[in-house]
């Protein structure tokens, strides 16, 4: 999504919200919004979600409505967006650490993102392959198990 340079922030605020509440929603997988760092305005999206129902239920929700209102005053000069089915997914390595060797949790949770986020409203969620909850590995997370 492309808002003019300046409604950038503003837009990254709102989307913080919404945010915190998709990735606690049944079937979210991930959920993302970031500054494009080569592009001014332009804002990055990236959702997984375990089907096409858990999707669209979410653009029912009233959060979603309630970003809709709050992004209306901001200047929106273009967007593109895309929904893909994948069929194959795999763990990749690098010569610095083979996939192999890399835990689960880096790959399964939650990315690493611009935006600030609380995870405790959602931490009793449990991963969806059965896994550890999700959310960012951390001590107390470690300890719990």
């Known amino acids: 999504m492309d808002f003019e340079p300046g409604d950038r922030e503003e837009a990254l605020r709102h989307f913080s919200d919404l945010v915190v509440a998709s990735r606690c929603e049944s ?32 653009l029912t929700l009233p959060h979603v409505a309630k970003l809709g ?30 996939a192999a060797s890399w835990p689960t949790e880096m790959f399964c949770h939650r990315p690493w993102t611009s935006l600030a986020t609380d995870w405790s409203s959602c931490a009793e969620r449990k991963d969806p392959r059965g896994g550890p909850e999700r959310g960012l590995r951390t001590a107390s997370s470690d300890a719990r198990k």
């Open 69 to 98: 209102k709050a992004l209306a005053p901001l200047t929106r000069i273009g967007r593109s967006l895309t929904h893909s089915t994948v069929a194959v997914s795999r763990q990749m390595g690098s010569a610095s650490a083979p």
């Open 27 to 58: 079937g979210c997988l991930d959920y993302v919004f970031s500054p494009d760092p080569d592009v001014p305005g332009r804002v990055r999206v990236f959702e997984h979600w375990d089907s096409d129902a858990s999707l669209t239920t979410h």
